[in-house]
């Protein structure tokens, strides 16, 4: 057993809502590698699960809903990992015990429920609710969004974003491309160019041969922003060779490319070969890491370390008009609110 997974005094005591995989995997990192953390309480209706989960959190009691974790007062924090469908209760909940939130992307599924959210929010009157949109934490995505920040390679003009997944599970269906997948640069692209998203435009090109059937991609999505970059991004899921996350930046006199293969370099039989990441836990796992010290650090004096609940309904409404863009040839529209004074 290491140091961390014993709770301390101090530590902030953190309930983990939702025992996936996502959730088990941030289960077991801020109880081996995140400090001031423990997960104090596992949330997780399927007994089975629960029960998995626990026993790789020494200091946890485990409850099938959240609001049985907040009456026993099991928690200072809250860190929901449930499917998409079921965030916007917990985080209601959550708002309500007026407790510090770490939300798994996306927000809510849909524009209206990320707005109540944002709503609440804006009643308490302070940030409580930070977006696990982890990409924000990743170091070479800091050190882009230095450079075009810096401008020494002159102004940014295109980002072309290849994201691409050896496979998804039967699960995944057509509009999760948009909302389970394009997601991620729906955050980062605006965060990254210093713009706002405009309009939302998806091609389709030859069907991959090894999509499964209900699936129609590669997709190619084009972004414009309001700073006049745009943006496209190919969106595979089906590419079997691994999991790949990578952009390239035109500037005005230069190029940067950021997510290039880094794993083991080998050379035999006259061939050089380099690693390339299975899937996502890999490939950000450094990311999600310092994407929950973060957040731990922050929620110990009240504030947030990330994404907020606004960056959280701006990605919904390119969601939305993202799988509208999925039916429709041309560009779709993306219009936002001003956005209110809790998050300028
Ligand atoms: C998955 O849910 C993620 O969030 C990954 O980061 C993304 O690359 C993948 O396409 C999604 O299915």
């Known amino acids: 057993?290491?140091?961390?997974?014993?709770?301390?005094?101090?530590?902030?005591?953190?309930?983990?809502?939702?025992?996936?995989?996502?959730?088990?995997?941030?289960?077991?990192?801020?109880?081996?590698?995140?400090?001031?953390?423990?997960?104090?309480?596992?949330?997780?209706?399927?007994?089975?699960?629960?029960?998995?989960?626990?026993?790789?959190?020494?200091?946890?009691?485990?409850?099938?809903?959240?609001?049985?974790?907040?009456?026993?007062?099991?928690?200072?924090?809250?860190?929901?990992?449930?499917?998409?469908?079921?965030?916007?209760?917990?985080?209601?909940?959550?708002?309500?015990?007026?407790?510090?939130?770490?939300?798994?992307?996306?927000?809510?599924?849909?524009?209206?429920?990320?707005?109540?959210?944002?709503?609440a929010e804006q009643e308490i009157g302070r940030k409580l609710i930070q977006v696990g949109f982890m990409r924000r934490f990743d170091r070479e995505y800091e050190q882009l969004r230095a450079l075009i920040e810096a401008g020494s390679a002159g102004e940014l003009l295109m980002l072309h974003a290849a994201h691409r997944n050896a496979a998804v599970p039967d699960s995944y269906v057509q509009s999760m491309l948009i909302t389970d997948s394009v997601v991620h640069e729906f955050d980062v692209v605006p965060w990254l160019a210093g713009g706002t998203i405009t309009s939302v435009e998806v091609r389709y090109g030859r069907r991959n041969g090894l999509t499964p059937e209900r699936?129609?991609?590669?997709?190619?999505?084009?972004?414009?922003?309001?700073?006049?970059?745009?943006?496209?991004?190919?969106?595979?899921?089906?590419?079997?060779?691994?999991?790949?996350?990578?952009?390239e930046a035109v500037f005005e006199k230069g190029v940067a490319r950021i997510g290039q293969p880094s794993g083991l370099q080998l050379w035999q039989d006259g061939v050089f070969r380099i690693g390339e990441h299975a899937d996502f836990t890999t490939r950000f796992a450094e990311a999600y890491d310092r994407q929950v010290q973060a957040w731990v650090d922050a929620a110990k004096v009240g504030e947030i370390a990330g994404p907020s609940a606004w960056d959280g309904y701006k990605v919904a409404v390119a969601c939305e008009a993202g799988v509208r863009a999925m039916e429709t040839d041309g560009p779709i529209p993306v219009e936002l609110p001003d956005v209110p004074s809790l998050y300028r």
């Open 1 to 119: 057993m290491s140091n961390n997974e014993q709770s301390r005094s101090g530590d902030l005591r953190v309930a983990v809502v939702g025992a996936g995989a996502m959730g088990a995997d941030h289960i077991n990192r801020i109880t081996r590698t995140i400090t001031g953390a423990t997960v104090s309480a596992v949330v997780e209706p399927d007994a089975a699960r629960r029960a998995a989960a626990l026993s790789s959190a020494p200091a946890a009691a485990g409850y099938a809903s959240f609001a049985e974790a907040l009456d026993a007062g099991a928690a200072d924090a809250v860190l929901i990992a449930t499917p998409g469908q079921f965030h916007e209760q917990t985080l209601m909940e959550a708002l309500e015990a007026r407790l510090p939130i770490l939300c798994e992307k996306p927000l809510t599924q849909d524009p209206v429920s990320s707005l109540r959210v944002v709503g």
């Open 215 to 247: 699936l129609r991609e590669p997709i190619l999505v084009v972004m414009e922003l309001d700073n006049g970059v745009l943006v496209d991004v190919e969106m595979n899921v089906s590419i079997e060779f691994g999991y790949q996350v990578a952009t």
